[in-house]
Protein backbone atom coordinates (compact mmCIF):
# COMPACT_ATOMS: atom_id res chain seq x y z
CA UNK A 1 0.00 0.00 0.00
CA UNK A 2 1.42 3.30 -0.70
CA UNK A 3 0.97 5.69 1.33
CA UNK A 4 1.68 8.76 0.40
CA UNK A 5 1.37 12.34 0.92
CA UNK A 6 -0.34 14.37 -1.64
CA UNK A 7 -0.87 17.21 0.27
CA UNK A 8 1.74 19.16 -2.20
CA UNK A 9 -0.20 18.90 -5.63
CA UNK A 10 -4.01 18.99 -4.44
CA UNK A 11 -4.92 22.37 -2.67
CA UNK A 12 -8.08 24.38 -3.08
CA UNK A 13 -6.15 27.74 -4.10
CA UNK A 14 -8.30 29.54 -1.38
CA UNK A 15 -10.56 28.86 1.13
CA UNK A 16 -13.42 30.63 -0.74
CA UNK A 17 -12.78 28.20 -3.34
CA UNK A 18 -13.40 25.30 -0.73
CA UNK A 19 -16.51 27.12 0.39
CA UNK A 20 -18.13 26.88 -2.59
CA UNK A 21 -16.88 23.16 -3.61
CA UNK A 22 -18.20 22.30 -0.42
CA UNK A 23 -21.63 23.94 -0.81
CA UNK A 24 -21.72 22.58 -4.19
CA UNK A 25 -21.68 19.29 -2.83
CA UNK A 26 -24.27 20.11 -0.05
CA UNK A 27 -26.90 22.18 -2.93
CA UNK A 28 -28.51 19.35 -4.85
CA UNK A 29 -32.02 17.57 -5.40
CA UNK A 30 -32.55 17.38 -1.48
CA UNK A 31 -32.49 21.19 -1.21
CA UNK A 32 -34.89 21.86 -4.46
CA UNK A 33 -37.14 18.75 -4.87
CA UNK A 34 -37.10 17.76 -0.98
CA UNK A 35 -36.68 20.62 1.64
CA UNK A 36 -39.41 23.40 0.46
CA UNK A 37 -42.14 20.89 0.40
CA UNK A 38 -41.41 18.80 4.37
CA UNK A 39 -40.39 22.37 5.53
CA UNK A 40 -44.35 23.94 4.28
CA UNK A 41 -46.03 20.37 5.32
CA UNK A 42 -44.56 20.07 8.83
CA UNK A 43 -45.05 23.11 10.33
CA UNK A 44 -43.69 25.91 8.14
CA UNK A 45 -41.71 28.56 10.31
CA UNK A 46 -41.70 26.34 12.95
CA UNK A 47 -39.97 23.71 11.24
CA UNK A 48 -37.37 25.68 9.56
CA UNK A 49 -36.88 26.99 13.55
CA UNK A 50 -36.26 23.04 14.00
CA UNK A 51 -34.04 22.70 10.61
CA UNK A 52 -31.32 25.22 11.64
CA UNK A 53 -31.59 23.74 15.62
CA UNK A 54 -30.57 20.29 13.57
CA UNK A 55 -27.80 22.32 11.26
CA UNK A 56 -26.50 23.65 14.41
CA UNK A 57 -26.58 21.37 16.82
CA UNK A 58 -25.98 17.69 14.28
CA UNK A 59 -25.30 19.22 10.68
CA UNK A 60 -22.46 21.61 11.59
CA UNK A 61 -20.37 19.39 14.37
CA UNK A 62 -20.25 16.51 12.25
CA UNK A 63 -18.98 18.37 8.82
CA UNK A 64 -16.68 20.31 11.04
CA UNK A 65 -15.21 16.52 12.06
CA UNK A 66 -15.21 14.91 8.62
CA UNK A 67 -13.21 18.73 7.59
CA UNK A 68 -10.61 18.24 10.50
CA UNK A 69 -10.38 14.36 9.72
CA UNK A 70 -9.52 15.36 5.72
CA UNK A 71 -7.39 18.27 6.78
CA UNK A 72 -4.91 16.22 9.54
CA UNK A 73 -5.40 12.86 7.14
CA UNK A 74 -4.23 14.87 4.07
CA UNK A 75 -5.64 11.77 1.65
CA UNK A 76 -8.70 9.77 0.70
CA UNK A 77 -10.69 8.96 3.55
CA UNK A 78 -9.52 5.19 3.36
CA UNK A 79 -5.87 6.70 3.70
CA UNK A 80 -6.95 9.19 5.61
CA UNK A 81 -8.56 6.78 8.04
CA UNK A 82 -6.04 5.10 8.59
CA UNK A 83 -3.57 7.30 9.31
CA UNK A 84 -5.25 8.90 11.99
CA UNK A 85 -6.25 5.50 13.73
CA UNK A 86 -2.51 4.83 13.82
CA UNK A 87 -1.86 8.44 14.99
CA UNK A 88 -4.31 7.53 17.92
CA UNK A 89 -3.54 4.68 18.63
CA UNK A 90 -6.49 2.81 17.21
CA UNK A 91 -7.45 -0.11 15.26
CA UNK A 92 -6.81 -0.26 11.76
CA UNK A 93 -10.40 -1.48 11.10
CA UNK A 94 -11.54 2.49 11.24
CA UNK A 95 -10.25 2.43 7.45
CA UNK A 96 -13.59 0.18 6.68
CA UNK A 97 -15.00 3.12 7.32
CA UNK A 98 -13.46 5.24 4.64
CA UNK A 99 -14.97 2.22 2.46
CA UNK A 100 -18.04 2.56 3.53
CA UNK A 101 -17.96 6.02 2.50
CA UNK A 102 -16.74 5.01 -1.22
CA UNK A 103 -19.56 2.52 -1.27
CA UNK A 104 -21.91 4.97 -0.36
CA UNK A 105 -20.95 7.09 -2.98
CA UNK A 106 -20.77 4.76 -5.65
CA UNK A 107 -24.84 4.13 -4.72
CA UNK A 108 -25.77 7.68 -4.58
CA UNK A 109 -24.36 8.73 -7.64
CA UNK A 110 -25.68 5.51 -9.74
CA UNK A 111 -29.34 6.66 -9.47
CA UNK A 112 -28.51 10.42 -8.93
CA UNK A 113 -27.25 10.42 -12.37
CA UNK A 114 -30.62 9.23 -13.53
CA UNK A 115 -32.61 11.63 -12.27
CA UNK A 116 -30.41 14.60 -13.38
CA UNK A 117 -30.69 12.75 -16.43
CA UNK A 118 -34.33 13.73 -15.98
CA UNK A 119 -34.17 17.22 -15.52
CA UNK A 120 -31.51 17.71 -18.43
CA UNK A 121 -34.47 16.06 -20.96
CA UNK A 122 -36.91 18.43 -19.49
CA UNK A 123 -34.73 21.25 -19.76
CA UNK A 124 -35.35 20.08 -23.80
CA UNK A 125 -38.76 20.00 -23.55
CA UNK A 126 -39.73 23.09 -21.52
CA UNK A 127 -37.12 24.97 -23.56
CA UNK A 128 -39.01 23.75 -27.07
CA UNK A 129 -42.69 24.53 -25.21
CA UNK A 130 -43.92 21.02 -24.95
CA UNK A 131 -46.27 22.02 -22.08
CA UNK A 132 -46.87 25.56 -23.33
CA UNK A 133 -50.48 25.40 -22.59
CA UNK A 134 -50.64 21.37 -22.05
CA UNK A 135 -53.30 20.09 -19.44
CA UNK A 136 -52.59 17.87 -16.27
CA UNK A 137 -52.91 14.68 -18.15
CA UNK A 138 -50.86 16.06 -20.83
CA UNK A 139 -47.99 16.58 -18.38
CA UNK A 140 -48.29 13.72 -15.96
CA UNK A 141 -48.42 10.98 -19.32
CA UNK A 142 -45.25 13.17 -20.33
CA UNK A 143 -43.90 11.65 -17.41
CA UNK A 144 -45.06 8.40 -17.56
CA UNK A 145 -43.53 8.20 -21.08
CA UNK A 146 -39.83 9.07 -20.04
CA UNK A 147 -40.03 6.82 -17.24
CA UNK A 148 -41.56 3.87 -19.66
CA UNK A 149 -38.91 4.51 -22.51
CA UNK A 150 -35.33 3.21 -20.81
CA UNK A 151 -33.07 4.13 -24.17
CA UNK A 152 -34.30 7.63 -23.55
CA UNK A 153 -33.26 7.96 -19.51
CA UNK A 154 -29.97 5.49 -20.59
CA UNK A 155 -28.79 8.66 -23.28
CA UNK A 156 -29.53 11.47 -20.66
CA UNK A 157 -28.05 9.40 -18.00
CA UNK A 158 -24.96 9.07 -20.46
CA UNK A 159 -24.74 12.37 -21.16
CA UNK A 160 -24.19 13.55 -17.20
CA UNK A 161 -22.22 10.40 -16.07
CA UNK A 162 -19.68 11.56 -19.58
CA UNK A 163 -19.88 15.63 -18.19
CA UNK A 164 -19.19 14.52 -14.42
CA UNK A 165 -16.32 12.36 -15.48
CA UNK A 166 -14.53 14.40 -17.68
CA UNK A 167 -14.56 16.97 -14.79
CA UNK A 168 -13.53 14.89 -12.50
CA UNK A 169 -10.67 13.61 -14.40
CA UNK A 170 -9.42 16.98 -14.89
CA UNK A 171 -8.37 17.15 -11.14
CA UNK A 172 -9.20 19.12 -8.50
CA UNK A 173 -7.81 22.60 -9.73
CA UNK A 174 -8.36 22.51 -13.66
CA UNK A 175 -11.44 20.22 -13.04
CA UNK A 176 -13.26 20.50 -9.57
CA UNK A 177 -12.35 24.38 -8.94
CA UNK A 178 -12.85 25.45 -12.71
CA UNK A 179 -16.54 23.83 -12.87
CA UNK A 180 -17.52 25.21 -9.33
CA UNK A 181 -16.28 28.92 -10.45
CA UNK A 182 -19.24 28.70 -13.49
CA UNK A 183 -21.97 26.33 -11.80
CA UNK A 184 -22.11 27.94 -8.25
CA UNK A 185 -22.28 31.99 -9.55
CA UNK A 186 -25.03 30.77 -12.45
CA UNK A 187 -26.62 28.55 -9.90
CA UNK A 188 -26.88 31.94 -7.62
CA UNK A 189 -27.82 34.24 -10.54
CA UNK A 190 -30.82 31.48 -12.06
CA UNK A 191 -32.26 30.75 -8.59
CA UNK A 192 -32.11 34.85 -8.05
CA UNK A 193 -34.13 34.82 -11.66
CA UNK A 194 -36.61 32.74 -10.66
CA UNK A 195 -37.20 34.44 -7.47
CA UNK A 196 -38.44 37.66 -9.51
CA UNK A 197 -40.50 35.55 -11.40
CA UNK A 198 -42.18 34.27 -8.80
CA UNK A 199 -42.20 37.49 -6.67
CA UNK A 200 -44.30 38.62 -9.72
CA UNK A 201 -46.07 35.82 -10.52
CA UNK A 202 -49.68 36.59 -7.95
CA UNK A 203 -49.05 33.24 -5.59
CA UNK A 204 -45.65 34.93 -3.43
CA UNK A 205 -48.15 35.64 -0.05
CA UNK A 206 -49.59 32.18 -0.70
CA UNK A 207 -46.02 30.69 -0.89
CA UNK A 208 -44.28 32.87 1.89
CA UNK A 209 -47.05 31.86 4.23
CA UNK A 210 -46.83 27.98 3.20
CA UNK A 211 -42.93 28.08 3.94
CA UNK A 212 -42.90 30.73 6.90
CA UNK A 213 -45.94 30.84 8.79
CA UNK A 214 -45.01 29.20 12.25
CA UNK A 215 -47.51 26.38 12.50
CA UNK A 216 -46.86 24.80 15.35
CA UNK A 217 -49.78 22.34 15.95
CA UNK A 218 -48.60 20.93 12.72
CA UNK A 219 -45.31 20.03 14.79
CA UNK A 220 -45.00 16.97 16.21
CA UNK A 221 -41.80 14.65 17.21
CA UNK A 222 -41.47 13.47 13.55
CA UNK A 223 -40.72 16.71 12.33
CA UNK A 224 -37.42 16.87 14.71
CA UNK A 225 -36.38 13.68 13.25
CA UNK A 226 -37.32 14.49 9.40
CA UNK A 227 -35.39 17.73 9.79
CA UNK A 228 -32.19 15.75 11.79
CA UNK A 229 -31.96 13.77 8.42
CA UNK A 230 -32.65 16.50 5.72
CA UNK A 231 -29.73 18.55 7.58
CA UNK A 232 -27.83 15.19 7.15
CA UNK A 233 -28.45 14.53 3.53
CA UNK A 234 -27.78 17.77 2.50
CA UNK A 235 -24.93 18.92 3.98
CA UNK A 236 -23.82 15.44 2.09
CA UNK A 237 -22.60 14.01 5.51
CA UNK A 238 -21.49 10.96 6.83
CA UNK A 239 -19.90 9.24 3.17
CA UNK A 240 -16.35 10.80 3.78
CA UNK A 241 -17.11 13.52 0.73
CA UNK A 242 -16.37 16.54 3.43
CA UNK A 243 -13.67 14.70 4.28
CA UNK A 244 -12.45 13.73 0.92
CA UNK A 245 -12.66 17.75 0.14
CA UNK A 246 -11.20 18.67 3.78
CA UNK A 247 -7.96 16.80 2.45
CA UNK A 248 -7.07 19.66 0.16
CA UNK A 249 -8.47 22.56 2.64
CA UNK A 250 -5.21 25.12 3.39
CA UNK A 251 -3.36 25.04 6.69
CA UNK A 252 -4.56 28.20 7.82
CA UNK A 253 -8.66 28.00 7.02
CA UNK A 254 -10.22 28.43 10.24
CA UNK A 255 -12.96 25.69 9.52
CA UNK A 256 -15.37 26.74 12.34
CA UNK A 257 -16.49 29.88 10.56
CA UNK A 258 -16.12 28.22 6.84
CA UNK A 259 -17.96 25.28 8.10
CA UNK A 260 -20.53 27.85 9.30
CA UNK A 261 -20.80 29.37 5.71
CA UNK A 262 -21.08 26.92 3.97
CA UNK A 263 -24.06 25.28 6.16
CA UNK A 264 -25.73 28.99 5.60
CA UNK A 265 -25.14 28.94 2.28
CA UNK A 266 -26.64 25.80 1.24
CA UNK A 267 -29.54 26.85 4.19
CA UNK A 268 -30.30 30.05 2.23
CA UNK A 269 -30.52 28.18 -1.10
CA UNK A 270 -32.81 25.82 0.06
CA UNK A 271 -35.34 28.24 1.75
CA UNK A 272 -34.99 30.53 -1.91
CA UNK A 273 -35.61 27.35 -3.84
CA UNK A 274 -38.90 27.11 -1.75
CA UNK A 275 -39.99 30.88 -2.40
CA UNK A 276 -39.05 30.37 -6.02
CA UNK A 277 -40.94 27.05 -6.71
CA UNK A 278 -44.23 27.39 -4.11
CA UNK A 279 -45.64 31.14 -5.56
CA UNK A 280 -45.67 29.23 -9.39
CA UNK A 281 -47.51 26.30 -8.34
CA UNK A 282 -49.79 28.45 -5.83
CA UNK A 283 -50.40 31.00 -8.99
CA UNK A 284 -51.89 28.18 -11.38
CA UNK A 285 -54.27 26.72 -8.16
CA UNK A 286 -52.18 23.50 -8.10
CA UNK A 287 -51.59 21.29 -5.20
CA UNK A 288 -48.29 21.01 -3.58
CA UNK A 289 -46.27 18.10 -3.88
CA UNK A 290 -42.26 16.59 -3.55
CA UNK A 291 -40.21 15.36 -5.28
CA UNK A 292 -40.14 13.31 -8.29
CA UNK A 293 -44.08 14.57 -8.99
CA UNK A 294 -43.25 18.06 -8.09
CA UNK A 295 -40.52 18.63 -10.26
CA UNK A 296 -41.67 16.42 -13.30
CA UNK A 297 -45.35 17.25 -13.00
CA UNK A 298 -46.72 20.28 -10.97
CA UNK A 299 -43.68 22.51 -12.29
CA UNK A 300 -43.76 21.79 -15.86
CA UNK A 301 -47.52 22.17 -15.63
CA UNK A 302 -47.58 25.75 -13.93
CA UNK A 303 -44.92 26.78 -16.20
CA UNK A 304 -46.74 25.69 -19.84
CA UNK A 305 -49.94 28.04 -18.07
CA UNK A 306 -47.51 31.19 -17.26
CA UNK A 307 -46.24 33.90 -19.62
CA UNK A 308 -42.80 33.17 -20.46
CA UNK A 309 -43.18 29.75 -19.13
CA UNK A 310 -41.08 28.12 -21.79
CA UNK A 311 -37.86 30.24 -21.15
CA UNK A 312 -38.43 30.53 -17.09
CA UNK A 313 -39.07 26.35 -16.89
CA UNK A 314 -35.85 25.92 -19.20
CA UNK A 315 -34.35 28.33 -16.52
CA UNK A 316 -35.39 25.59 -13.36
CA UNK A 317 -34.03 22.64 -15.37
CA UNK A 318 -30.89 23.80 -15.65
CA UNK A 319 -30.84 25.08 -11.97
CA UNK A 320 -31.64 21.70 -11.55
CA UNK A 321 -28.96 20.10 -13.47
CA UNK A 322 -26.20 22.36 -12.00
CA UNK A 323 -27.02 21.60 -8.26
CA UNK A 324 -26.89 18.15 -9.24
CA UNK A 325 -23.41 18.37 -11.12
CA UNK A 326 -21.67 19.79 -8.04
CA UNK A 327 -22.80 17.27 -5.92
CA UNK A 328 -22.09 14.83 -8.56
CA UNK A 329 -18.55 15.37 -9.04
CA UNK A 330 -18.40 15.63 -4.73
CA UNK A 331 -19.74 11.77 -4.73
CA UNK A 332 -16.33 10.72 -7.07
CA UNK A 333 -14.00 12.08 -4.72
CA UNK A 334 -13.70 9.99 -1.95
CA UNK A 335 -13.36 6.76 -4.35
CA UNK A 336 -11.43 8.68 -7.09
CA UNK A 337 -8.74 9.83 -3.88
CA UNK A 338 -8.42 6.78 -3.34
CA UNK A 339 -7.76 5.08 -6.40
CA UNK A 340 -5.15 7.39 -7.29
CA UNK A 341 -2.89 7.28 -4.29
CA UNK A 342 -3.58 3.47 -4.17
CA UNK A 343 -2.15 2.31 -7.50
CA UNK A 344 -0.33 5.76 -8.02
CA UNK A 345 -2.61 5.94 -11.54
CA UNK A 346 -3.61 8.53 -13.64
CA UNK A 347 -6.51 10.60 -12.35
CA UNK A 348 -8.14 10.59 -15.44
CA UNK A 349 -7.87 6.75 -16.19
CA UNK A 350 -8.87 5.99 -12.60
CA UNK A 351 -12.25 8.45 -13.14
CA UNK A 352 -13.38 7.04 -16.47
CA UNK A 353 -13.17 3.32 -15.10
CA UNK A 354 -14.98 4.25 -12.03
CA UNK A 355 -17.64 6.57 -14.22
CA UNK A 356 -18.55 2.87 -16.64
CA UNK A 357 -18.92 0.87 -12.89
CA UNK A 358 -21.33 3.53 -11.45
CA UNK A 359 -23.39 3.68 -15.02
CA UNK A 360 -23.79 0.21 -15.33
CA UNK A 361 -24.88 0.29 -11.76
CA UNK A 362 -27.27 2.97 -12.51
CA UNK A 363 -29.26 1.33 -15.82
CA UNK A 364 -30.71 -1.28 -12.72
CA UNK A 365 -31.64 2.63 -11.75
CA UNK A 366 -33.26 2.84 -15.25
CA UNK A 367 -34.91 -0.55 -15.65
CA UNK A 368 -36.60 -0.04 -11.93
CA UNK A 369 -38.89 2.14 -13.73
CA UNK A 370 -39.81 -0.04 -16.49
CA UNK A 371 -38.69 -3.50 -17.29
CA UNK A 372 -37.79 -4.31 -13.73
CA UNK A 373 -39.79 -2.27 -11.96
CA UNK A 374 -41.81 -5.65 -10.39
CA UNK A 375 -38.51 -6.67 -9.49
CA UNK A 376 -37.97 -6.81 -5.75
CA UNK A 377 -34.71 -7.07 -3.93
CA UNK A 378 -35.77 -6.92 -0.38
CA UNK A 379 -39.41 -6.77 0.17
CA UNK A 380 -41.52 -4.51 -1.43
CA UNK A 381 -38.32 -2.24 -2.76
CA UNK A 382 -37.13 -2.94 -6.28
CA UNK A 383 -33.67 -2.17 -7.12
CA UNK A 384 -33.76 1.37 -6.81
CA UNK A 385 -35.61 1.55 -4.01
CA UNK A 386 -33.24 -0.69 -2.56
CA UNK A 387 -30.36 1.31 -3.42
CA UNK A 388 -31.80 4.25 -2.23
CA UNK A 389 -32.81 3.28 0.98
CA UNK A 390 -29.66 1.12 1.40
CA UNK A 391 -27.49 4.74 0.74
CA UNK A 392 -29.30 7.03 2.28
CA UNK A 393 -31.66 5.36 5.12
CA UNK A 394 -28.41 2.54 6.50
CA UNK A 395 -24.90 3.33 5.05
CA UNK A 396 -24.98 7.22 5.33
CA UNK A 397 -26.14 7.76 9.20
CA UNK A 398 -23.74 4.77 10.15
CA UNK A 399 -20.88 6.63 8.80
CA UNK A 400 -22.10 9.79 9.84
CA UNK A 401 -22.39 8.74 13.99
CA UNK A 402 -19.06 6.42 13.92
CA UNK A 403 -17.24 9.29 11.99
CA UNK A 404 -18.45 11.73 14.85
CA UNK A 405 -17.51 9.44 17.61
CA UNK A 406 -13.97 8.84 16.35
CA UNK A 407 -13.28 12.40 15.86
CA UNK A 408 -14.83 13.28 19.45
CA UNK A 409 -13.68 10.80 21.76
CA UNK A 410 -10.69 8.31 20.02
CA UNK A 411 -8.49 11.19 18.10
CA UNK A 412 -5.87 12.88 20.48
CA UNK A 413 -7.26 16.13 21.90
CA UNK A 414 -4.15 18.12 21.31
CA UNK A 415 -4.79 17.28 17.63
CA UNK A 416 -8.48 18.54 17.87
CA UNK A 417 -7.85 21.86 19.49
CA UNK A 418 -4.87 22.29 16.92
CA UNK A 419 -7.03 21.84 14.05
CA UNK A 420 -10.10 24.12 16.00
CA UNK A 421 -8.04 26.65 17.02
CA UNK A 422 -9.33 26.00 20.79
CA UNK A 423 -7.30 26.74 23.52
CA UNK A 424 -9.68 27.18 26.45
CA UNK A 425 -10.58 23.71 28.50
CA UNK A 426 -14.49 24.77 28.84
CA UNK A 427 -14.83 25.09 24.60
CA UNK A 428 -13.15 21.68 24.39
CA UNK A 429 -15.42 20.06 26.43
CA UNK A 430 -18.00 21.63 25.06
CA UNK A 431 -16.81 20.68 21.33
CA UNK A 432 -17.05 16.80 22.91
CA UNK A 433 -20.44 17.35 24.27
CA UNK A 434 -21.64 18.44 21.49
CA UNK A 435 -19.52 16.66 18.57
CA UNK A 436 -19.13 13.67 20.67
CA UNK A 437 -23.13 13.17 22.39
CA UNK A 438 -25.48 15.00 20.78
CA UNK A 439 -25.09 15.17 17.41
CA UNK A 440 -24.40 11.44 17.36
CA UNK A 441 -27.12 10.75 19.40
CA UNK A 442 -29.48 12.85 16.78
CA UNK A 443 -27.80 10.47 13.80
CA UNK A 444 -28.81 7.72 15.68
CA UNK A 445 -32.20 8.51 16.68
CA UNK A 446 -32.82 8.94 12.80
CA UNK A 447 -31.80 5.72 12.47
CA UNK A 448 -33.53 3.85 14.62
CA UNK A 449 -36.88 5.74 13.10
CA UNK A 450 -36.02 4.82 9.68
CA UNK A 451 -34.74 1.85 9.92
CA UNK A 452 -37.72 0.38 12.51
CA UNK A 453 -40.29 0.22 9.79
CA UNK A 454 -38.36 -2.16 8.54
CA UNK A 455 -37.32 -4.64 11.41
CA UNK A 456 -40.76 -4.97 11.52
CA UNK A 457 -41.99 -5.87 8.70
CA UNK A 458 -39.11 -8.20 8.10
CA UNK A 459 -39.58 -10.18 11.60
CA UNK A 460 -43.37 -9.52 11.72
CA UNK A 461 -43.23 -7.30 14.68
N1 LIG B 1 -26.28 17.11 -0.59
C1 LIG B 1 -26.87 16.56 -1.78
C2 LIG B 1 -28.32 17.02 -1.91
O1 LIG B 1 -28.83 17.72 -1.02
O2 LIG B 1 -28.93 16.69 -2.91
C3 LIG B 1 -26.79 15.06 -1.83
C4 LIG B 1 -25.44 14.47 -1.53
C5 LIG B 1 -24.32 14.85 -2.28
C6 LIG B 1 -25.29 13.59 -0.48
C7 LIG B 1 -23.07 14.37 -1.96
C8 LIG B 1 -24.04 13.08 -0.16
C9 LIG B 1 -22.95 13.49 -0.90
F1 LIG B 1 -21.77 13.03 -0.62
Known sequence: MALKDNSSQNRWSSRWLFVLAAAGSAVGLGNIWKFPYIAGENGGGAFVLIYLVCIALVGIPIMISEVLMGREG????????????????????????????????????????????????????????????????????????????????????????????????????????????????????????????????GGFAQGWAFMFDLKWDAVGPEAWLIAMGQAFFTLSLGMGTMMAYGAYVPEDARLSTTVVTIALLDTVVAIAAGLAIFPIVFANGLEVSQGPGLTFVTLPLAFGQMPFGAFFGAVFFILISFAAITSAISLTEPALAYLTEEYNAKRQRVAISLGVVCWVLGLGTVFSFNIWSDVFVVGELNFFGFVDYLSQNIMLPLGGMLITIF???????DMINRQLGISSPAVSWAWRIVAGILAPLGVLAIFIYTVWPLIQNLFNL
Open 74 to 201: RSSPIHTMRILAKKAGRSQRWALLGWLGVMTGFLILSYYAVIAGWAINYFWLTANGTFDGAGGDFVAQAFTDLQADPMRMVAYQTAFMVVTIWIVGRGVTAGLERAIQWFMPALFILLVVLLIYSFNS
Open 407 to 413: AAWLLPR
